[in-house]
Structure formats: structure tokens, C-alpha cells
């Protein structure tokens, strides 16, 4: 697997920065992530659709920046990968006070064999609890319902309480 370096773009947007991640969160990111910090507004939204794999640096400096980031900041993660998301499970201080607010869920057509990175926006989609509020989505492809990769009952585990 070649991995992707590291990338950040910023947008600001209303008041609000949108900061959209990409390529491996790994050593390399935390230089980048202590100069972002230096200019963050007090909302933020974290856009992570372009996170391809996250190493155990990565998950080390991230927890570092997000503790350094999350006083007195309204955080929201968005497209949210499932790279990401195994990590944030195994590891919530990831999370810190953010919410998350849409994820990128993997699934594959048991017909057709496609894979698929599907949207699903909390409230809408899934509840803060675990649950799925809407039906399994069809593939793409040939219309069969798709199996997620990871059941709901793992894979919601970000949201355990506290």
C-alpha cells in the first residue's frame, strides 16, 4: 500500500474555518497541525474525506492537537473516514469535545462485489446513540442493498458516553 502525504487546506467560511485533511496523518502532520492551531477561529469544522490511513504517530500527535485546539472552540468533524473512525473507537480522547457530525461508512455490494465509501449524517442517518435511523443504502452499481464492513455495534462505538 503506497501511502498519500499529508496535506491540509484551510477556507473560511462565515466567521467559521473549514479545514479539509487528506492523505496519511503520520509525524509529518504535526508540524502543520501546531501552525494551525496558532491561527484557528473559534468554529471549525474539520473535513476528513481525504484521510486515506492514520499511524500511531498520527494518533498520538492528533490527540496532542485536539487537546490543544478544543478550549473555548466549537469543533465538528465531518466525513469522517473509516480509518478514522477504527481509530477514534480504540482511541475517544481523538474525539476530545468535538462532534461529530457525518462519516464516511465502508460498504460492499455482496452482488456485484463494488466498495463504496457511503455519507451519513448524524440526525439524519445515524442517532447519538448507535443506531442507524435510515435503511441500508442500495449499491451504486446494480441496485442490491449493501453490506456495511463493520456492524453497527462496532462501528458506532465513538459514540459511547463519556
Known amino acids: 500500500m503506497e501511502l498519500q502525504s499529508f496535506s491540509m487546506r484551510i477556507e473560511s467560511k462565515d466567521g ?22 496558532e491561527s484557528l477561529p ?11 490511513f492514520i499511524n500511531s504517530t498520527g494518533v498520538r500527535d492528533w490527540i496532542k492537537f485536539i487537546r490543544l485546539v478544543q478550549t473555548g472552540r466549537t469543533i465538528v468533524f465531518e ?28 460498504s460492499t455490494c ?4 463494488a466498495l463504496d465509501a457511503i455519507l451519513l449524517v448524524q440526525g439524519k442517518d445515524f442517532d447519538g446513540n448507535g443506531h442507524m435511523l435510515s435503511d441500508t443504502p442500495a449499491c451504486r452499481t446494480c441496485k442490491t442493498i449493501v453490506v456495511w464492513d463493520m456492524p453497527d455495534s462496532e462501528y458506532f462505538l465513538f459514540q459511547r458516553p463519556g
Open 110 to 113: 455482496p452482488k456485484c462485489g
Open 16 to 37: 467559521s474555518a473549514l479545514v479539509f485533511f487528506s492523505g496519511t496523518l503520520n509525524e509529518e502532520a504535526y508540524a502543520q497541525y501546531v501552525k494551525l492551531a
Open 42 to 52: 473559534k468554529s471549525c469544522v474539520f473535513d476528513f474525506g481525504g484521510v486515506s
Open 79 to 106: 466525513r469522517c473516514t473509516d480509518s478514522l473512525i477504527g481509530n477514534m473507537n480504540l482511541m475517544p480522547y481523538m474525539v476530545g469535545e468535538a462532534t461529530i457530525k457525518s462519516v464516511l461508512r465502508n
